[in-house]
Every structure is written in C-alpha cells, then in structure tokens.
T-cell receptor, first 110, second 116 residues
Framework: KQEVTQIPAALSVPEGENLVLNCSFTDSAIYNLQWFRQDPGKGLTSLLLIQSSQREQTSGRLNASLDKSSGRSTLYIAASQPGDSATYLCAVRGNTPLVFGKGTRLSVIA | GAVVSQHPSRVICKSGTSVKIECRSLDFQATTMFWYRQFPKQSLMLMATSNEGSKATYEQGVEKDKFLINHASLTLSTLTVTSAHPEDSSFYIC????????????FGPGTRLTVT
C-alpha cells in the first residue's frame, strides 16, 4: 500500500528565504506526483504535476523535483513571501487514485 | 483546464439527518469520480470511487450504507451522508480524472459539513 510522508510537518521562515519541502513515497511504481497548496478551510490548488518520466517541473518561484527510483520529491520555493503561507500537500498517482501526504504547514513571516 | 464543481460549499445539519453533496464535471465527462474526506489538520483520505452506471467501490473502513454514492450521469456524482453524526463533520472533496484513462485528477472546491 502506497504511503506518502512529508517532512517537516510545519515550517516557519522569515520572508525572503529559500526553502525546501520534502516528500517521500514507499512504492516507486507511480504515474505522476503532484504538489498542491491548501489554504485554511479551502480546497486544493494544483501547483506542479511531474510525470514519472520527468525529473522536475518549474512554475515561477516553484521548482519540484522527482527521483522516482528513491521515492523522493522536493518542492523548492524561492524568495518566500507571506502570501506563500499555506499547507503544501504532496500526492502520488499509481494504480490507485492520488494518495496524499499529511502536508507541510508553512508560515512565512514578514 | 477542466473544472469540477461541488454543491453545497458549506452545510450544517442536525444529527440524524441526511445530507447530499453533488460533484459535477463542468466541461468534460467523467465515468469515474473519487470522493475524499479530510479531517482537521489531516490529509485527504480516499473514501470511495464512483463509477457511472455501476456500484461504487469503497475503501476499507468506509461504510457503504452510511455514505451512499450515486453516479447517474457522465457529469454528476452524489455523496449522501445518511443519519449524520458529529463525527461525520469533515471536509469532503471530489475529484475526477482529466480524461478517460488519464492519471491526472482535477479537484472540486470541497464541501464543509458540520453536524450539530
């Protein structure tokens, strides 16, 4: 059974810092990995989708990498801003629908 | 991109009543839809897979008689929480594959259910 782990569970950084969120998964037989943002009490916003054949995807200040063989992904956020404060969820798609990690709660302090 | 809608966005009901949540694919057809549940400060957990024209598939530990799923058309799936109790209070989110056979999923905005 696929399990997704995200570290750290919570992170607080000053504005402007670059930061890395980590995601690991137990079954490397995946089709894709996706990073989402979730604001308190809200739904999901898809940030980046990495297909299993890809190693990274970039969107603006966000860069996500995928090392499928080792079961790891990282989400890099450059020059963090207070508006980046949210919970970031990692999810993997294999033969089952997306399986989610518990998320990293990020607070960017102005 | 494709859009998935949910209705209602918020619902408060009394214990013992039933609540129906609708999930619609607005500009594409979805023969399959997924229902997730998220408790406070927890991650999304898959509850069931809804299949158009056939019975839903429930994940282990999810009571099929309590969470009734109907997928009567290619654009609509409904989740009915029967005889709701306070412990059913949660955030319910539906999702649909981008296309038949696609491994990409689109998500609805979620429904916040509060049972008093």
């Amino acid at each position: 059974k696929q399990e997704v782990t995200q570290i750290p569970a919570a992170l607080s950084v000053p504005e402007g810092e670059n930061l890395v969120l980590n995601c690991s998964f137990t079954d490397s037989a995946i089709y894709n990995l996706q990073w989402f943002r979730q604001d308190p009490g809200k739904g999901l916003t898809s940030l980046l989708l990495i297909q299993s054949s890809q190693r990274e995807q970039t969107s603006g200040r966000l860069n996500a990498s995928l090392d499928k063989s080792s079961g790891r992904s990282t989400l890099y956020i450059a020059a963090s801003q207070p508006g980046d404060s949210a919970t970031y969820l990692c999810a993997v798609r294999g033969n089952t629908p997306l399986v989610f990690g518990k998320g990293t709660r990020l607070s960017v302090i102005a | 991109g494709a859009v998935v809608s949910q209705h209602p966005s918020r619902v408060i009901c009394k214990s013992g009543t039933s609540v129906k949540i609708e999930c619609r694919s607005l500009d594409f057809q979805a023969t399959t839809m997924f229902w997730y549940r998220q408790f406070p400060k927890q991650s999304l957990m898959l509850m069931a897979t809804s299949n158009e024209g056939s019975k839903a598939t429930y994940e282990q530990g999810v009571e099929k008689d309590k969470f009734l799923i109907n997928h009567a058309s290619l654009t609509l799936s409904t989740l009915t929480v029967t005889s709701a109790h306070p412990e059913d209070s949660s955030f319910y989110i539906c999702s649909a594959p981008a296309a038949a056979g696609s491994y990409e999923q689109y998500f609805g905005p979620g429904t916040r259910l509060t049972v008093t």
